[in-house]
């Protein structure tokens, strides 16, 4: 894309297929992706196929009209919601006499010109080369007059073409080899601060996460009204009543149709989520197509392996919806869920309750029992709970005070401590304490909560 010049213009194609989800109007979507990467739309096609066309992805008779259009309106950029092969993207182009982008090269575009720390810049380089690869060929335009020109122009070109092989494949390594370390630090770090309980924000971009997070936790973490303004995992405290500090991580937004490799690239990224006690999947219920936006979200949620973790769907901006009859429509197909808006406020107080009490069902409150040399059971405590306090007493003996799943009592009974359950008020201590020791988790779109329910 160019900088600080005049935007782009650029012609929307989408071939709407079978299996293709149908936006209203068209191409919106495309659009807004378009506007968040700088370009000008001045134009638009579509066309219904049962398959793509092998050469051109569209029929010859369309490719003519996006051809008309393009010298028209004077367009940079034809712009496809589709992925289009090497070869088609280099036929179209050759056709069209302009700029071919396909919807991940867009995509990448955007997270390119969004990513602000170095693991994330890391992260969309990873991508944009894994996607450039196979497509060496066809930004060899000058290459491919070599070989046209015939004995003496073509050596020079391919060798140039191998090189440019093999360093992008070397740098392909060395990235991945340092999101890697990144990754592990990352599940480190999260793993360190098991001591607080996690809720991750997740779903498709837009959908008002980073409004939602600092209307819970009172940050100031960075909100737009545009498509992947988040690209980064920012945690914040939140303070829940009746249960205490838990930490809330915003991550990136999800999109259809999401790329493969981009969804690997951001693996560290998207570790929060992995590693979270519950998710609020945050839907835009103002969006026409939030049916399929949160099957969408689903979708990468199977993918990325966090699919059957305990989830809250959030139906938000209900105060752009004004008529409420499609507020109750969502609720009829999603009963479970819980309408919001984090802008004015309304439903955050159900929500930080319908938290508190699944935490509270997730995680009970006990005293372990052992012995001061069983260092594996406290270890364990302390790696998968929240310990309150540790009190040692009579004959070498040891209790810790902690708040625990409750699926890990039996595997802290095998290390041989003995449980005991307190009467839990959500603060550490009991109601009425007894004496004081002596000191020294799919379903593609589920319905609202699951607990721990096995959507594969």
């Known amino acids: 894309m160019r900088l600080n010049r005049e935007p782009e213009k650029a012609v929307l194609v989408g071939v709407i297929l079978p299996t293709t989800t149908i936006e209203d109007p068209p191409l919106a979507e495309l659009a807004g992706l378009a506007d968040a990467a700088g370009v000008n739309v001045v134009g638009q096609v579509t066309q219904r196929r049962l398959a793509p066309d092998a050469a051109t992805f569209i029929g010859r008779g369309k490719l003519e009209d996006v051809k008309k259009l393009v010298r028209s309106l004077r367009a940079d950029l ?110 480190r770090e999260v793993i360190a601060r098991k001591q607080f309980k996690t809720v991750s924000l997740v779903g498709y971009t837009n959908a008002g996460k980073s409004t939602l997070m600092n209307s819970l936790t009172h940050a100031d973490v960075y909100v737009e009204d545009a498509l992947f303004a988040t690209l980064d995992t920012r945690t914040r405290r939140w303070q829940l009543p009746g249960w205490g500090p838990v930490l809330l991580s915003d991550t990136v937004g999800f999109i259809r149709d999401l790329p493969h490799h981009l969804i690997a690239s951001f693996k560290a990224t998207l570790e929060e989520a992995r590693q979270a006690d519950l998710l609020l999947h945050v839907a835009d219920g103002s969006n026409p197509a939030v049916l399929q936006q949160i099957s969408a979200a689903y979708r990468v949620l199977e993918e990325i392996g966090i699919e059957g973790k305990d989830t809250i769907l959030v139906i938000n901006k209900i105060d752009r919806i004004a008529d409420r009859r499609r507020v109750d429509a969502l609720l009829d197909r999603y009963p479970q869920a819980l309408p919001i808006s984090a802008q004015t406020g309304e439903g955050l107080a159900q929500l930080t309750q319908m938290v508190s009490e699944l935490l509270a069902r997730k995680f009970i409150e006990v005293d372990v029992e052992t012995t001061v040399d069983n260092a594996r059971v406290a270890v364990f405590v302390k790696t998968h709970g929240e310990v309150f306090s540790q009190r040692y007493h009579h004959e070498n003996r040891l209790t810790i005070r902690c708040r625990l799943p409750e699926e890990y009592l039996p595997r802290i009974e095998r290390l041989g401590a003995s449980v005991r359950r307190t009467r839990h008020n959500g603060s550490g201590q009991e109601q009425n304490p007894a004496p004081e020791i002596e000191q020294s988790r799919i379903e593609l779109e589920p319905t609202g909560v699951i607990p721990g329910e096995d959507h594969t």
């Open 78 to 187: 034809v712009i496809f919601d589709n992925d289009l092969s090497p070869a088609q993207g280099r036929n179209i182009e050759r056709e069209v006499g302009a700029r071919v982008l396909d919807r991940t090269q867009l995509i990448l575009d955007i997270f390119a010109r969004r990513a602000q720390t170095y693991e994330a810049q890391l992260a969309v380089e990873l991508a944009q080369l894994e996607y450039t690869l196979p497509r060496l060929k066809r930004m060899w335009t000058h290459l491919e007059r070599q070989t046209k020109g015939g004995v003496g122009l073509r050596g020079p070109g391919e060798k140039q073409l191998e090189m440019d092989r093999r360093l992008i494949a070397h740098r392909i390594h060395e990235l991945r080899s340092e999101l890697e370390v990144i990754h592990r630090r990352r599940q």
